[in-house]
């Protein structure tokens, strides 16, 4: 049988699931009909504790299932294999978001839902510029917001908010009780995570907006909808007196196997006023600080190319945002 | 009363295939259906050591196994044909001693459900020996490299080479000369509806029934007898609705083969295979990778001289069985390279090779590099003398009054309209305006300073092609490329209630036959669309014809044969009518599905007491008239035959990410009269919208080995409605060839004329930067890279 020796490839195999760029994945794709899933079980519990029972007690044989967008094509596909699903849909306590300064949103609120509310994207301004970059409509009607974080594709752009607000994420089990992981440790790899097997991502908590931030996020994709080639977003804060950086953030999507915060471009920016040729600088140091890959949209010295030209776009939409 | 030709009909296919009701091959569960799965090969190029197949075979709800060589007592090897000099390999449907392109089909599992076959596929062990593989056209024609077809002693699989006039003496008098290779990739159809078929091989009468998709019904039964050694009165071919095609589905895949021979193995029980959306990618049957290096003369006015042309086409690894469409495509775009331009002298040598690729088909105006290749050397030759591009066309146009005349490979020019269609182009597309703004949105380019806040100037393009296509082509087009159809024929029946059934050997797959060819039978008879019904796809009924639809052929030769069997059918009304009202035939007309006597209102029959009284009563009809009322009519096309274009796109290029964004898209056409606006531009748009994508997100993706890397959509990109603008669509208002069936094809011109047209208008906007287009995919990386902006990486 085929394989590979490349560690992610090794990992994405245990996880079932392939990476484009190496070639024995690639093989693996076309090496038989797909159309319908592998076997397996399925569990719809409703409750939290009866899914971690489930999580316990099938480790890494279970897979949850939310929202479904990327899970079910990889299922059809025979990407992904499964022994059982645990489709946590049906649990409501999952379903809610709480708004009291900081922000709180249950695993399986569905992104439309934040799209929609104009509480929340007043509460949280980069969550609403970045959601509607997902996808299209119908697949954010389902598609939820624990999940995205959870599948950690580099290519989406919640993990890349979360890292941006410097979120946290609020794993639990039946054994180990309730963590939070930061953000910054919570996308480990190429759809790898911190959360272990027995794990469930309950909530993800983000830090209250400060006065005085803006945010910009800003993609290229090849078609409207499709993942992007690279994306971008931006937070910036200013002095409401002096006009100076007081925060400066900025992360990308697509240009490696995790979300990627540029923080030394960052940091350029920090005390500074935000002109135009600061913010050009700062783009010049958050390409090169950059090592994508090329596949069959786009070369490498594009996408990091790309990564220039978004960053002097999100920051100065961030900046107008703030001011 | 009404007439339904020339309107806008609503279609008649769309109730059912819009409500859910269409019959396509996955609609359709005939009891004891058996689900076909295939293994296939992950390998570009590999010897085959072994297939283990027990573990399948034992897994439950599996009814069989296959390998290539389990299939071989029911099925023979595929016979492929083609001109003389075509390397003609011979192969079984299931690949045995090696594999020769990713998704090679290896093994073949039957089974109770699609899920519990693509379970014990997964249990077929098949060891693989890697060879080099062959992704490209220069490793092909490598001199020392691997060979695909061990038993040929190259890969090269067809060459042929004409010359026309004098392009040596025109080389030596012209004043300027350029040089240059065009590169056109590899594409694939991406029809909704994937491939499949419902086999059934009935013992008890040795008789076979394929229920497929697929353009034309009688070729598939010739190959598929052949393949079962039946007789091919004892195969069926039934085809349903078809949901897409464009050319994929011209000829019988290997696939399609291999279930025919299971279903002829397991006796009585029909077997089912629908080709799922990544074998549909990589192994459905790709298009278009074609290369052509141009020597072009010409002189200081812009005239082209002479012409020298080298093109190589990549085959993929297997000819399709029933056409030789690798060879064909050279030979339709060596006979129609000069279109209606002034191009007497040139030379063409075609050679198709084999690659490690999935197989060459078929694809919307199959011969369209021609006008590719040819476009891109006329913006070439207004570039270097400092000329517009569309005054340059219309110095090598031919002249107005030239017509008839013949194209240098001998195919009658008539009814030609080019130029009128560019002048109509001009006002209505507003070039002038265009320019006007992308000279002052450069000039503010210009001056704009980097860091400057503000609009730096927009880079905006213009491209304008002008083409002819064959649709279907004057009379002596098809000896010119060596395939001469005979004529179109139709038959007619009034059924008994006063309806009409009209067969035609057409097959459509979209086009909205059921719909044009009731328009043109209800005004020929004079009743209401709802009192004709359109019956086609069936070989059991189908007037015989090898062809089936394709080719831009059915505007004209399925309505010609259409109107003179309605028309034949109308004539033996009149003529009962007349003896049993007493009056003259050629003074009764049929109006609203009533047949009277003209000027006598009172003495008026309705067509289904004519037909009741024909089929019934026969001791009513005319002495010694056959009861009934059928009729059969042959057309020949006319002179003429050609549909032309000119196609303006406006495009605009962000200079910081590449990105290509079509602003608009105008189209002057002269395809005749037309039977249905809203079809024929539903047909015009989907070409231009298949031509865009081509050229800014379309690529069958292969390694140089012949690694595949497109085979879902998320790497084969296909235009979206957000992609493609709206397109305004024009019509010549002179229509000079005046015949009574003056319907011209508008199927293929769309892809025809988009990559040229796109790819024109991307080279304008980037000619500050001096970029020169010479391959037609140009996604953002590409476009950057054309600017300078980031090096080169492939």
């Given at each position: 049988?085929?394989?590979?020796?490349?560690?992610?490839?090794?990992?994405?195999?245990?996880?079932?699931?392939?990476?484009?760029?190496?070639?024995?994945?690639?093989?693996?794709?076309?090496?038989?009909?797909?159309?319908?899933?592998?076997?397996?079980?399925?569990?719809?519990?409703?409750?939290?504790?009866?899914a971690?029972?489930?999580?316990?007690?099938?480790?890494?044989?279970?897979?949850?299932?939310?929202?479904?967008q990327?899970?079910?094509?990889?299922?059809?596909?025979?990407?992904a294999?499964?022994?059982?699903?645990?489709?946590?849909?049906?649990?409501?306590?999952?379903?809610?978001?709480?708004?009291?300064?900081?922000?709180?949103?249950?695993?399986?609120?569905?992104?439309?839902?934040?799209?929609?509310?104009?509480?929340?994207?007043?509460?949280?301004?980069?969550?609403g510029k970045?959601?509607?970059?997902?996808?299209?409509?119908?697949?954010?009607?389902r598609?939820?917001?624990?999940?995205?974080?959870?599948?950690?594709?580099?290519?989406?752009?919640?993990?890349?908010?979360?890292?941006?607000?410097?979120?946290?994420?609020?794993?639990?089990?039946?054994?180990?009780?309730?963590?939070?992981?930061?953000?910054?440790?919570?996308?480990?790899?190429?759809?790898?995570?911190?959360?272990?097997p027995?794990?469930l991502?309950?909530?993800?908590?983000?830090?209250?907006?400060?006065?005085?931030?803006?945010?910009?996020?800003?993609?290229?994709?090849?078609?409207?909808?499709?993942?992007?080639?690279?994306?971008?977003?931006?937070?910036?804060?200013?002095?409401?007196?002096?006009?100076?950086?007081?925060?400066?953030?900025?992360?990308?999507?697509?240009?490696?196997?995790t979300?990627?915060r540029?923080?030394?471009?960052?940091?350029?920016?920090?005390?500074?006023?935000?002109?135009?040729?600061?913010?050009?600088?700062?783009?010049?140091?958050?390409?090169?600080?950059?090592?994508?890959?090329?596949?069959?949209?786009?070369?490498?010295?594009?996408?990091?190319?790309?990564?220039?030209?978004?960053?002097?776009?999100?920051?100065?939409?961030?900046?107008?945002?703030?001011? | 009363?009404?007439?339904?030709?020339?309107?806008?009909?609503?279609?008649?296919?769309?109730?059912?295939?819009?409500?859910?009701?269409?019959?396509?091959?996955?609609?359709?569960?005939?009891?004891?259906?058996?689900?076909?799965?295939?293994?296939r090969?992950?390998?570009a190029?590999?010897?085959?050591?072994?297939?283990?197949?027990?573990?399948?075979?034992?897994?439950?709800?599996?009814?069989?196994?296959?390998?290539?060589?389990?299939?071989?007592?029911?099925?023979?090897?595929?016979?492929?044909?083609?001109?003389?000099?075509?390397?003609?390999?011979?192969?079984?449907c299931?690949?045995?001693?090696?594999?020769?392109?990713?998704?090679?089909?290896?093994?073949?599992?039957?089974?109770?459900?699609?899920?519990?076959?693509?379970?014990?596929?997964?249990?077929?062990?098949?060891?693989?020996?890697?060879?080099?593989?062959?992704?490209?056209?220069?490793?092909?024609?490598?001199?020392?490299?691997?060979?695909?077809?061990?038993?040929?002693?190259?890969?090269?699989?067809?060459?042929?080479?004409?010359?026309?006039?004098?392009?040596?003496?025109?080389?030596?008098?012209?004043a300027?000369?350029?040089?240059?290779?065009?590169?056109?990739?590899?594409?694939?159809?991406?029809?909704?509806?994937?491939?499949?078929?419902?086999?059934?091989?009935?013992?008890?009468?040795?008789?076979?029934?394929?229920?497929?998709?697929?353009?034309?019904?009688?070729?598939?039964?010739?190959?598929?007898?052949?393949?079962?050694?039946?007789?091919?009165?004892?195969?069926?071919?039934?085809?349903?609705?078809?949901?897409?095609?464009?050319?994929?589905?011209?000829?019988?895949?290997?696939?399609?083969?291999?279930?025919?021979?299971?279903?002829?193995?397991?006796?009585?029980?029909?077997?089912?295979?629908?080709?799922?959306?990544?074998?549909?990618?990589?192994?459905?049957?790709?298009?278009?990778?074609?290369?052509v290096?141009a020597?072009?003369?010409?002189?200081?006015?812009?005239?082209?001289?002479?012409?020298?042309?080298?093109?190589?086409?990549?085959?993929?690894?297997?000819?399709?069985a029933?056409?030789?469409?690798?060879?064909?495509?050279?030979?339709?775009?060596?006979?129609?390279?000069?279109?209606?331009y002034?191009?007497?002298?040139?030379?063409?040598?075609?050679?198709?090779?084999?690659?490690?690729?999935?197989?060459?088909?078929?694809?919307?105006?199959?011969?369209?590099i021609?006008?590719?290749?040819r476009?891109?050397?006329?913006?070439?030759?207004?570039?270097?003398?400092?000329?517009?591009?569309?005054?340059?066309?219309?110095?090598?146009?031919?002249?107005?009054?030239?017509?008839?005349?013949?194209?240098?490979?001998?195919?009658?020019?008539?009814?030609?309209?080019?130029?009128?269609?560019?002048?109509?182009?001009?006002?209505?597309?507003?070039?002038?305006?265009?320019r006007?703004?992308?000279?002052?949105?450069?000039?503010?380019?210009?001056v704009?300073?980097?860091?400057?806040?503000?609009?730096?100037?927009?880079?905006?393009?213009?491209?304008?092609?002008?083409?002819?296509?064959?649709?279907?082509?004057?009379?002596?087009?098809?000896?010119?490329?060596?395939?001469?159809?005979p004529?179109?024929?139709?038959?007619?029946?009034?059924?008994?209630?006063g309806?009409?059934?009209?067969?035609?050997?057409?097959?459509?797959?979209?086009?909205?036959?059921?719909?044009?060819?009731?328009?043109?039978?209800?005004?020929?008879?004079?009743?209401?669309?709802?009192?004709?019904?359109?019956?086609?796809?069936?070989?059991?009924?189908?007037?015989?014809?090898?062809?089936g639809?394709?080719?831009?052929?059915?505007?004209?030769?399925?309505?010609?044969?259409?109107?003179?069997?309605?028309?034949?059918?109308?004539?033996?009304?009149?003529?009962?009518?007349?003896?049993?009202?007493?009056?003259?035939?050629?003074?009764?007309?049929?109006?609203?599905?009533?047949?009277?006597?003209?000027?006598?209102?009172?003495?008026?029959?309705?067509?289904?007491?004519?037909?009741?009284?024909?089929?019934?009563a026969?001791q009513?009809?005319p002495?010694?008239?056959?009861?009934?009322?059928?009729?059969t009519?042959?057309?020949?096309?006319?002179?003429?035959?050609?549909?032309?274009?000119?196609?303006?796109?406006?495009?605009?290029?962000?200079?910081?990410?590449?990105?290509?964004?079509?602003?608009?898209?105008?189209?002057?056409?002269?395809c005749?009269?037309?039977?249905?606006?809203?079809?024929?531009?539903?047909?015009?748009?989907?070409?231009?919208a298949?031509?865009?994508?081509?050229?800014?997100?379309?690529?069958s993706?292969?390694?140089?080995?012949?690694?595949?890397?497109?085979?879902?959509?998320?790497?084969?990109?296909?235009?979206?409605?957000?992609?493609?603008?709206?397109?305004?669509?024009?019509?010549?208002?002179?229509?000079?060839?005046?015949?009574?069936?003056?319907?011209?094809?508008?199927?293929?011109?769309?892809?025809?004329?988009?990559?040229?047209?796109?790819?024109?208008?991307?080279?304008?906007?980037?000619?500050?930067?001096?970029?020169?287009?010479?391959?037609?995919?140009?996604?953002?990386?590409?476009?950057?890279?054309?600017?300078?902006?980031?090096?080169?990486?492939?």
């Open positions: 049988m085929l394989s590979c020796a490349d560690d992610n490839c090794k990992r994405l195999r245990r996880r079932g699931v392939r990476e484009l760029s190496c070639r024995a994945q690639l093989r693996r794709a076309c090496k038989a009909a797909a159309m319908k899933p592998p076997p397996f079980a399925y569990d719809a519990p409703e409750t939290i504790d009866e971690l029972g489930l999580l316990d007690e099938h480790g890494d044989e279970a897979k949850v299932l939310a929202g479904g990327s899970l079910i094509p990889l299922l059809s596909m025979r990407l294999r499964p022994a059982r699903l645990v489709d946590i849909a049906r649990i409501a306590e999952l379903g809610q978001i709480f708004l009291n300064g900081s922000t709180r949103i249950g695993a399986t609120v569905r992104q439309c839902a934040v799209e929609r509310s104009a509480e929340l994207r007043t509460a949280n301004p980069l969550l970045a959601i509607p970059f997902i996808g299209h409509g119908p697949i954010r009607n598609g939820t917001i624990g999940g995205s974080v959870a599948h950690a594709d580099p290519a989406a752009e919640l993990p890349a908010v979360m890292l941006l607000l410097e979120a946290e994420m609020v794993l639990r089990s039946a054994s180990g009780g309730e963590r939070t992981v930061p953000a910054a440790e919570f996308f480990e790899g190429f759809l790898t995570t911190a959360a272990q027995q794990e991502l309950v909530e993800l908590r983000l830090p209250a907006w400060l006065p005085g931030t803006g945010a910009g996020f800003q993609e290229i994709a090849r078609r409207h909808g499709d993942f992007a080639i690279v994306g971008a977003g931006a937070v910036v804060q200013l002095d409401p007196g002096t006009g100076l950086v007081t925060d400066s953030r900025l992360a990308f999507t697509g240009v490696a196997g979300p990627v540029a923080t030394e471009a960052e940091r350029m920016l920090v005390g500074h006023e935000p002109t135009i040729a600061a913010i050009a600088e700062m783009a010049a140091v958050a390409r090169a600080g950059l090592e994508p890959s090329g596949d069959v949209h786009a070369s490498a010295a594009y996408r990091r190319h790309i990564a220039g030209v978004l960053t002097e776009r999100v920051v100065k939409e961030a900046v107008d945002a703030a001011r | 009363m009404q007439r339904f030709t020339g309107t806008r009909v609503t279609r008649v296919e769309d109730p059912r295939i819009l409500t859910g009701g269409g019959n396509y091959i996955d609609d359709r569960n005939p009891p004891g259906l058996g689900h076909a799965a295939f293994v090969s992950p390998f190029h590999a010897r085959v050591h072994s297939i283990d197949t027990t573990a399948a075979r034992a897994h439950p709800g599996v009814i069989a196994v296959f390998t290539g060589a389990e299939l071989g007592p029911h099925i023979a090897p595929i016979v492929t044909q083609g001109p003389p000099g075509m390397s003609c390999p011979r192969f079984t299931l690949a045995t001693d090696k594999v020769r392109m990713v998704g090679d089909p290896v093994a073949l599992v039957i089974a109770e459900s699609r899920a519990v076959a693509e379970d014990a596929c997964e249990l077929v062990e098949v060891e693989y020996e890697e060879l080099a593989g062959i992704g490209s056209i220069e490793r092909a024609l490598a001199p020392d490299g691997p060979r695909i077809w061990d038993d040929l002693d190259s890969n090269v699989l067809y060459e042929e080479a004409a010359t026309y006039g004098d392009p040596d003496a025109a080389f030596a008098a012209a300027h000369t350029i040089n240059e290779t065009f590169v056109q990739h590899r594409i694939t159809n991406c029809p909704m509806e994937t491939r499949g078929v419902i086999a059934t091989y009935e013992p008890g009468r040795n008789h076979f029934t394929y229920m497929g998709t697929l353009q034309g019904t009688q070729m598939a039964r010739f190959v598929i007898s052949t393949a079962l050694s039946l007789p091919a009165t004892n195969v069926d071919v039934v085809l349903g609705d078809v949901g897409g095609s464009f050319g994929q589905k011209s000829s019988i895949g290997h696939e399609e083969l291999a279930v025919c021979g299971a279903a002829k193995a397991l006796a009585g029980r029909p077997i089912k295979w629908i080709e799922d959306r990544t074998e549909n990618l990589s192994v459905g049957g790709q298009a278009r990778e074609e290369t290096t020597q072009v003369a010409f002189d200081a006015d812009g005239r082209i001289r002479g012409l020298r042309l080298d093109m190589v086409l990549a085959g993929g690894a297997y000819p399709i029933s056409a030789p469409i690798t060879t064909l495509v050279g030979t339709l775009a060596r006979v129609l390279v000069p279109g209606a002034d191009i007497a002298d040139y030379s063409f040598r075609h050679r198709a090779v084999f690659t490690n690729k999935a197989p060459y088909v078929a694809y919307r105006g199959p011969w369209a021609e006008t590719w290749v476009e891109r050397v006329l913006d070439r030759i207004a570039r270097e003398l400092g000329l517009d591009p569309v005054e340059v066309r219309r110095r090598n146009l031919l002249a107005a009054d030239a017509f008839p005349c013949k194209l240098p490979a001998g195919p009658t020019l008539a009814g030609i309209t080019l130029r009128a269609a560019l002048d109509k182009a001009e006002r209505v597309a507003d070039w002038a305006g265009f006007a703004e992308q000279a002052s949105e450069r000039a503010r380019r210009a704009a300073q980097p860091g400057q806040p503000g609009q730096p100037g927009r880079v905006l393009g213009l491209g304008v092609v002008s083409f002819i296509e064959p649709a279907p082509g004057p009379p002596d087009y098809g000896p010119s490329i060596g395939f001469t159809l004529p179109e024929r139709a038959t007619a029946r009034l059924e008994v209630d309806t009409l059934s009209v067969y035609t050997s057409q097959a459509p797959h979209g086009q909205g036959h059921e719909t044009t060819l009731a328009q043109l039978a209800a005004d020929e008879l004079g009743v209401s669309m709802s009192a004709v019904r359109v019956i086609h796809s069936d070989s059991r009924t189908a007037p015989f014809s090898m062809m639809t394709g080719g831009s052929r059915s505007a004209t030769v399925a309505s010609g044969s259409v109107i003179g069997v309605a028309r034949a059918v109308r004539d033996q009304v009149a003529e009962i009518v007349a003896h049993m009202l007493e009056a003259n035939p050629t003074d009764i007309e049929v109006v609203d599905g009533v047949a009277r006597v003209k000027g006598s209102p009172d003495k008026a029959m309705p067509l289904a007491q004519v037909a009741m009284t024909a089929w019934l026969p009513y009809l002495p010694g008239r056959n009861p009934g009322i059928e009729a009519f042959d057309f020949r096309a006319g002179d003429g035959g050609w549909t032309q274009s000119v196609h303006s796109c406006f495009v605009e290029v962000d200079p910081e990410t590449g990105v290509v964004k079509v602003l608009r898209y105008v189209v002057v056409e002269d005749g009269d037309v039977i249905n606006p809203a079809i024929v531009e539903g047909q015009i748009r989907g070409g231009i298949q031509g865009i994508g081509e050229v800014l997100y379309e690529h993706a292969y390694d140089d080995d012949g690694t595949f890397k497109a085979g879902t959509f998320m790497d084969y990109l296909i235009p979206s409605s957000m992609e493609i603008p709206s397109i305004e669509i024009h019509h010549v208002d002179a229509t000079v060839v005046t015949q009574e069936v003056n319907f011209r094809g508008v199927g293929e011109g769309g892809a025809i004329g988009a990559p040229a047209a796109v790819c024109s208008a991307v080279e304008d906007a980037l000619s500050p930067w001096n970029a020169k287009v010479v391959e037609q995919y140009l996604p953002p990386s590409r476009v950057l890279e054309l600017m300078g902006v980031i090096p080169v990486e492939r």
